[in-house]
């Protein structure tokens, strides 16, 4: 048996960025840290996102009111009251605003919605009922680069003041070794972010490809209007953003594209700004990267409110999938390559959050998004591992984020296209699955991929809909689902204390491949028992005595099923 704690003292004195204590400093400081953390953690709670569970939508994908195949606002407002049935508190919807691409990662405007979504007024209704179902709404808000097709860049292009310096423009494309190229690579490709403009008959710096011009956030106007639109969007009701593209911001030559403090400073400016708006208006940021790096994106209280936590996925996939890739598509990460021996890399992952810049009330962790290969592909759409992956995930202190369809193992049809990851919706068994009244849905509009793309989504469909058990409904039907284990999870994530970031956390694992998660704060404890081998194991030796089961369908007479999960609680 091995057996990882990290204490309820440990967890606590990260609330104030502090460092471990060695062994012979701990006894001497431990109630001075405690009392100071618990301060500090009171004043957190304050903060409504440190006790929300946040569900990912992708607009596009996720229901159709008006039969053009495209999901809309109405669509999200109708489907309100499955989010509230679910138990998730916080929404965040990828770009919303108007742009020309279907990922929608490139405005062209920054005031006006996309109108394959609706009107204006359909998205401040659907914010207005979100509120009225108890759940706030985040906007995914790109401030990195916008499209080329947008009015500024155009300006730009043209040399027209103050326009031509909104954007990143040099006279020649840097030689190749002068160590330009992707930020999240190790490529020296100079053109690979430096495209050439006919117009300026120059080159402009675009991260993200020569479609998404980076814009030059030192110049006072980008600066300001970038406020002046963080605010009309507050003012209408929303929450927050989440950051796209965090460590881009500031660019300070080909070894400075990422991470830079010119960068962690704008962002601090950019959140003081944000809270004179409204004091509790939230910011998380997309900083993928390992976690001392994202750490410093919380710039000592004055940075992000949050940042994703992106290596918990990849330790939780490793247990699951010993041979994953761990591909990080626009990210630079170390960690995610490193083999899950054993379950000492979820403690690992904890201990790493502790020990950064950063508290653990910083940390919103998840398993998947829209940039990533969804988790039920890659565990081949094995129920049952994916379930341990949700008790994982939610065994977990910090933030959790649920990327729309993973609370019933929604799979993808194939690699090498976005697109895969972002496909509807499986609301029931109908044409479509109920997704849309159309004959077809967005991903089979082959003007939006280019005609060699083939049309991958029938067969896809035809698949998932004669398993009969992939679709919402059919989940909601089924006691033991994975619908309905992420219900209790989400459930027990608001109503435990112990499951926050002040409650212990301890990893145990067997020698028969179970591993036990302890989580107690002040009497109250929550046991998770995973069974990671493919066979039935014993668990009669394992201390159960004053809890009861919450999710007990996987125990038969002291033998926990292959890959099953076992929940128990103590008794308030």
């Excluded at 996309?114 to 209704?125: I, K, L, N, Q, R």
């Excluded at 300070?252 to 594209?257: F, V, W």
């Excluded at 054993?342 to 653990?360: E, F, G, I, Y």
């Excluded at 998770?528 to 194991?537: C, I, V």
Aim: aromatic letters at 14%; charged letters at 20%.
């Amino acid at each position: 048996m091995k057996s990882f704690k990290l204490s309820a003292l440990a967890l606590s004195l990260v609330l104030v960025g502090c460092q471990p204590q060695t062994d012979t400093t701990t006894a001497s400081t431990a109630t001075a840290e405690n009392t100071q953390s618990a301060a500090i953690a009171e004043a957190e709670q304050n903060n409504w996102w440190q006790e929300a569970v946040f569900y990912q939508i992708w607009p596009r994908s996720f229901y159709d009111t008006n039969a053009d195949g495209h999901g809309d606002f109405n669509g999200m407002t109708a489907k309100l009251p499955y989010l509230q049935d679910l138990g998730v508190t916080a929404l965040w919807l990828t770009p919303m605003f108007a742009a020309p691409s279907y990922h929608g990662y490139d405005f062209t405007e920054f005031y006006q919605v996309e109108s394959d979504y609706g009107s204006m007024a359909e998205f401040e209704h659907f914010i207005q009922q979100a509120d009225k179902h108890g759940m706030k709404v985040i906007l995914d808000l790109v401030i990195n680069h916008i499209s080329s097709e947008h009015d500024w860049f155009k300006r730009s292009a043209a040399g027209e003041a103050p326009y031509k310096d909104y954007f990143v423009w040099r006279d020649d494309m840097p030689a190749a070794g002068s160590g330009w190229g992707h930020a999240w690579s190790n490529n020296d490709k100079p053109d690979a972010v430096w495209h050439y403009n006919d117009t300026r008959k120059a080159y402009y710096y675009a991260a993200f490809g020569a479609s998404q011009p980076d814009l030059y956030l030192r110049h006072p106007d980008v600066i300001a209007e970038m406020k002046k639109m963080a605010k009309f969007w507050l003012d209408k009701g929303v929450a927050g953003f989440r950051l796209d593209a965090v460590r881009f911001a500031m660019e300070g030559g080909p070894d400075a594209q990422a991470d830079t403090v010119e960068t962690i400073a704008y962002w601090q400016d950019f959140n003081q700004y944000v809270k004179s708006v409204n004091p509790q208006a939230y910011l998380v940021g997309e900083a993928w990267t390992d976690i001392p790096v994202a750490a410093r994106y919380y710039g000592g209280g004055k940075g992000l409110d949050q940042g994703f936590d992106f290596e918990v996925g990849y330790k939780i996939l490793g247990l699951l999938k010993p041979d994953a890739s761990g591909e990080a598509q626009f990210g630079t990460m170390r960690t995610n390559a490193q083999k899950a021996l054993d379950a000492k890399v979820l403690w690992d992952n904890v201990q790493q959050r502790v020990q950064s810049v950063a508290p653990l009330s910083f940390f919103a962790p998840f398993l998947t998004n829209h940039d990533q290969e969804r988790i039920a592909y890659q565990l081949a759409e094995h129920d049952a591992k994916a379930k341990l992956a949700a008790a994982m995930l939610f065994s977990s202190p910090g933030t959790p984020y649920i990327y729309y369809g993973e609370e019933i193992g929604l799979t993808q049809g194939g690699t090498g296209h976005d697109v895969y990851k972002r496909a509807p919706m499986l609301w029931d068994n109908s044409k479509q699955a109920g997704f849309t009244q159309s004959d077809t849905s967005w991903v089979e509009q082959q003007e939006l991929f280019g005609t060699n793309f083939s049309n991958w989504y029938p067969d896809f469909l035809a698949s998932q809909l004669n398993a009969q058990d992939r679709s919402v409904a059919a989940q909601q039907a089924q006691p033991d689902s994975i619908w309905q284990l992420y219900k209790l999870l989400i459930a027990l994530k608001k109503q435990r204390p112990e499951l926050g970031t002040q409650g212990s956390y301890q990893v145990t694992q067997y020698d028969n491949g179970v591993v036990q998660i302890s989580r107690e704060l002040n009497g109250s404890k929550s046991l998770f028992l995973l069974n990671l081998s493919d066979s039935a194991q014993d668990i009669s030796d394992i201390a159960r005595d004053g809890l009861s089961a919450s999710w007990g369908f996987d125990l038969k007479n002291q033998q926990l099923a292959a890959n099953g999960v076992l929940i128990l609680q103590s008794t308030p």
